[in-house]
């Protein structure tokens, strides 16, 4: 008797074991509510980081200036990053989900790329961890760039103004194309804003900031909830969580988006069964293909959001008063659950009971996290000079 208790005993460590084991391998979704002392702090924005095989000297950010305007590193010539991606309009493209690649739609809302710098995960489901290597994927995607990489090259090769500037920046005889994207990631890398008036108060200048800015600051931090996810100095934690954002119903209604939605399925690998039942953006799962990551999309930064709407991955608020009250409220209902009947929405959302006041007050402090807006003139692009090989140079415009 006394033997098997002591056996008995002796599960308990061991059962405690696998537990915790469990929990590893199940990764973030299985742990319990963070603990919020852990969190990092909202701060002002430092220099942004520089990879040591890609330092930034200024020639190289000029041609990486010309390059993102340039419509020749594409498929159709017909659109550059800068199209999508427009200095006027917040350097997205101001709608809900974003223009395509002609004859097709974009199926997400276009990001900024003011700050861009700062982030390893990039998109909305963190497909790329760097610049360079997202540039080349979007100047590749079928629903954006839809450029063939030797193709492009070659158009590179045959400007006679981008052969000495990539000699000048790279050294090389001719353009070679992977430095087509080092150079753009060079240019993204001084797209950044660290002046806003939410800056300044950090770095002790205690009137940048409005009397409301500062009081929905301690909302944002306190009863809001929101520095669960907007935490450190770009307001993000680059995780992956499904707010229950409501479906924008454009999907249904424009052939174009019903058309993307369903080959970005098939290019993303989706199996028969899933494919049958999905109605709504599965986010991360097209990269995990594992169910709970079903509806997830990377928390966004904060910045320059100003001169960023609409919101969300699907666009669907115009307003940070809109997104307010969706927070307010808890967020929404569940897309998963609907299609899928198992739900992934995070427990982190809980309705608030924000008062008229303290909603005005997040959205001034929102507001105080974009400063004067970043505009720039789109430059004037080299053109054409074709060296047949037999000494005759063929020029034209474009
Ligand atoms: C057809 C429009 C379009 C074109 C052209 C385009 N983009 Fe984008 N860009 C988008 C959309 C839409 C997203 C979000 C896509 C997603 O997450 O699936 C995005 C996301 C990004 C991001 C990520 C930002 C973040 O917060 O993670 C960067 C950086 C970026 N684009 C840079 C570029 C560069 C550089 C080019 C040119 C080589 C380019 N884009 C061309 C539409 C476009
Ligand atoms: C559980 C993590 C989490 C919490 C808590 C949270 N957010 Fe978010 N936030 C996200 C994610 C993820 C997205 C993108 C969701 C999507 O597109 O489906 C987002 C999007 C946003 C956007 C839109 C940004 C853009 O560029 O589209 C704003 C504004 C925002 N949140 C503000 C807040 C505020 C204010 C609070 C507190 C009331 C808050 N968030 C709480 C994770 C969170």
Redesign the pocket.
């Known amino acids: 008797m006394r033997n098997r208790k002591y056996i008995g005993y002796l599960w308990v460590p061991l059962i405690l074991a696998m537990a915790l084991g469990l929990m590893a391998m199940n990764g973030p979704s299985t742990v319990v509510k963070k603990d919020k002392s852990n969190l990092p702090a909202l701060a002002a924005l430092p220099a942004p980081p520089v990879p040591a095989d890609n330092k930034q000297t200024p020639e190289k950010v000029e041609l990486g200036k010309l390059l993102f305007f340039d419509a020749r590193l594409g498929g159709d010539v017909s659109i550059a990053c800068g199209d999508c991606h427009n200095p006027t309009i917040g350097w997205q493209d101001g709608a809900d989900i974003c223009r395509g690649y002609p004859g097709t739609s974009h199926w997400r ?1 276009c ?2 790329i003011i700050n861009a710098a700062y982030l390893d995960k990039l998109f ?1 489901v963190g497909a790329a961890r760097s610049l360079e290597a997202q540039g080349r994927s979007a100047a590749r995607g079928g629903v954006a760039g839809n450029g063939e990489d030797d193709l492009m090259e070659e158009r590179l090769r045959q400007i006679p103004e981008y052969i000495k500037r990539f000699k000048e920046v790279f050294g090389t005889e001719r353009p070679e194309g992977m430095d087509a994207w080092r150079a753009i990631a060079a240019f993204e890398r001084t797209l950044v804003q660290r002046d806003t008036p939410f800056d300044k108060y950090k770095l002790g200048d205690k009137n940048a900031m409005s009397e409301d800015a500062v009081k929905g600051m301690k ?2 931090e306190g009863k ?3 520095t ?3 935490n450190g100095p770009m307001l993000t934690d680059q ?5 229950g ?1 409501p479906e924008n119903l454009v999907f249904e209604e424009d052939a174009l988006k019903q058309i993307t939605f369903r080959f970005e399925q098939y290019a993303k690998g989706v199996p028969e069964e899933v494919y049958r039942k999905t109605k709504t953006d599965l ?1 991360l799962y097209y990269r995990s293909k594992r169910d709970v990551d079903m ?8 910045r320059y ?1 100003v001169y ?1 709407p ?5 666009g669907n ?1 115009w307003s ?1 008063e809109e ?2 009250d969706f ?2 409220q808890g967020g929404d209902e569940d897309q998963i659950a609907k299609g899928f009947g198992h739900s992934t929405k ?1 427990d ?2 809980k309705p ?1 009971g924000l008062t008229d006041d303290e909603k005005a007050q ?1 959205v001034a402090f ?1 507001e105080s996290l974009s400063g004067e807006e970043i505009l720039m003139d789109i430059p004037v692009l080299p053109a054409y000079g074709v060296d047949r090989g037999d000494g005759l140079k063929v020029e034209n415009a474009q």
């Open positions: 809302n990001q900024t909305w909302i944002f809001g909830n929101c669960q996810c907007h995780k992956y969580y499904n707010l954002v986010g509806g997830k999309f990377r928390t966004p930064s904060l959001l960023t609409p919101y969300m991955h699907n608020f940070l997104v307010v927070y307010d995070t982190l959302l608030l997040l929102l």
